[in-house]
Nanobody, 123 residues
Framework: QVQLVESGGGLVQPGGSLRLSCAAASGFTLDYLNIGWFRQAPGKEREGVSC????????YYADSVKGRFTISRDNARNTVYLQMNSLKPEDTAVYYC???????????????WGQGTQVSVSS
């Protein structure tokens, strides 16, 4: 079962930027996996934010982050990134990465969820 580890969260002011990283645990490779970023804010359901196919030819963004977030992958580093710009208070959430079956809609994540990384946007 693939194990992923998220990092890069923090506290940032509105309008600021953060880059999240999703790395595979030792012994796993992300090369053949579709990977997505999800987030869960307090009292809300987990939602798909952005997903990318294994070949990076299919990319999905939730409407709420289009034009502000960019997903990318570096297979040589076995890492998927989420660059988040122009952050808003409503982006505050715990962010998770996961392998997904359907990258065009961030559908059907599988595997166990990791600890996630907290992103807080506040002045």
């Amino acid at each position: 079962q693939v194990q992923l580890v998220e990092s890069g969260g923090g506290l940032v002011q509105p309008g600021g930027s953060l880059r999240l990283s999703c790395a595979a645990a030792s012994g796993f490779t992300l090369d053949y996996l579709n990977i997505g970023w999800f987030r869960q804010a307090p009292g809300k359901e987990r939602e798909g934010v952005s997903c990318m196919s294994s070949h990076a030819d299919i990319i999905y963004y939730a409407d709420s982050v289009k034009g502000r977030f960019t997903i990318s992958r570096d297979n040589a580093r076995n890492t998927v990134y989420l660059q988040m710009n122009s952050l808003k208070p409503e982006d505050t959430a715990v962010y998770y990465c996961a392998a997904v079956v359907l990258p065009d809609r961030c559908g059907r994540p599988f595997g166990s969820w990791g600890q996630g990384t907290q992103v807080s946007v506040s002045s």
